[in-house]
């Protein structure tokens, strides 16, 4: 067991002040040191403390198992599928699955609250997270935020509210602390709704991006990286534009990622009890990961709603991996023809479905593996989790 101990922590209000991050540079703003949980904080963070296996061990009832491939890659699991809502949400990122078991879960009762994450009135992409009690509130949040958001900020409220029964949607090194300090909530049942994430950004960082990369960095309503090889940015009128991996301006963007993304090793978000994503999917179709019976409780909700497919896995990224790891090294950056050329080739014989999830995974590993070694030493050997470890000593990497 490797929860924190149970205590007092209302004691910890006067170390509360907000400006204080024990991760320093590596803090990813989950928001656990805005509240009093911070007195949790050295055994929460995932950047001071990894503890993935055991604590999946608690979620899940086991942990990855290491001579599995696909354990290093998906984590636990008792079912992962292709799917997609049926008649889709207006104005969803893809089609509305997160939110419409969200929806539900609060319609039925089950919860009496959902964390999830707004954005200001001031600006479409500054979260505001909060605890929705309505399916308005739910609606509100939809689409993501590709920045650093405090979504466990939030938690005193749920503390003071009363709250017995809540569900709380999150990326990994949030789902990593929200499951250390889960005894400590006094609820009667987490629900954990996670997304895959990776490669947030500061909102400065964000705008970059988009000044760099779109043609119109001001009506960009949302973007994700696909599995055709291309940023798909979707517009205010409707429009979508498209920009291949290849052609993005690396040498501007390199250093525009936040180092605690830089330093993750949970792209998948292995302790959630359900995962909603896109990157093991066909192209159109969400990634569901079902974790435990939690999960399949969650998604049970809305089967009825969603049509699905099997996984399916085509291609072999290897190659591909192994010539990305120089070439983000290096800053390469394609002229836009000839991005756009091998972006064509790519998606006619690149990996696809679950191979290009290992892909993805691969190159964020090995990438960040080579973060933490020349950035933070003495942190590399107890900072990269097993799988991660195997994962990328399926490469060579430079020496340096």
């Not at 050295?42 to 086991?62: S, W």
């Not at 939110?99 to 479409?124: F, P, W």
């Not at 005193?156 to 990593?176: D, F, H, N, P, Y």
Request: glycine share 6%.
């Amino acid at each position: 067991m490797t929860s924190v101990n149970t205590g007092n922590h209302k004691k910890a209000r006067a170390i509360k002040p907000s400006s204080r991050r024990p991760a320093k540079e590596l803090c990813s703003e989950c928001g656990l040191c805005d509240t009093y949980y911070i007195h949790y904080v050295k055994e929460a963070c995932a950047f001071l403390n990894q503890q993935v296996a055991e604590l999946e061990a608690e979620a899940h009832g086991r942990s990855r198992n290491l001579d599995n491939p696909d354990d290093w890659y998906f984590g636990v699991r008792q079912e992962m599928m292709a799917a997609r809502k049926i008649q889709p949400i207006e104005g969803a990122q893809w089609t509305g699955i997160v939110s419409t078991i969200a929806i539900e879960m609060l319609d039925r009762g089950l919860v009496e609250g959902v964390v999830c994450v707004q954005n200001t009135k001031e600006d479409r992409f500054q979260p505001m997270p909060i605890i929705a009690r309505t399916p308005e509130e739910v609606l509100a949040a939809r689409v993501n935020k590709p920045t650093l958001s405090p979504n466990l900020s939030v938690l005193e409220q749920v503390e003071r509210s009363g709250m017995k029964r809540l569900l709380v949607i999150g990326v990994g090194c949030q789902i990593q602390a929200l499951r250390t300090v889960e005894k400590q909530l006094g609820l009667e049942k987490l629900y954990v709704l996670g997304t895959p994430c990776v490669d947030n950004v500061t909102r400065a960082g964000l705008q970059k991006f988009l000044e760099t990369t779109s043609r119109s960095p001001d009506t960009v309503v949302h973007y994700e990286f696909m599995q055709d090889f291309r940023v798909h940015f979707k517009h205010e009128d409707g429009s979508t534009e498209t920009v291949p991996f290849f052609g993005l301006k690396t040498n501007q963007l390199k250093d525009v990622f936040a180092p605690s993304c830089m330093s993750c090793f949970d792209y998948v978000n292995s302790l959630a009890d359900l995962v909603v994503g896109y990157m093991g999917a066909p192209f159109g179709w969400q990634w569901i990961v079902v974790r435990n019976d939690t999960g399949r409780e969650m998604l049970d909700l809305v089967r009825d709603r969603i049509e699905t497919q099997p996984v399916m896995s085509k291609g072999d990224r290897h190659q591909a991996v192994q010539q990305s790891i120089p070439a983000y090294d290096k800053a390469v950056t394609l002229p836009m023809w000839a991005a756009k050329l091998m972006g064509v080739v790519i998606e006619k014989i690149g990996p696809k479905g679950l191979e290009y999830a290992r892909f993805s995974i691969d190159s964020h590993f090995t990438r960040n593996y080579l973060y933490v070694k020349r950035h933070h030493p003495e942190k590399l050997d107890a900072h990269v989790p097993e799988y991660a470890k195997r994962i990328v000593g399926q490469y060579q990497l430079p020496a340096k």
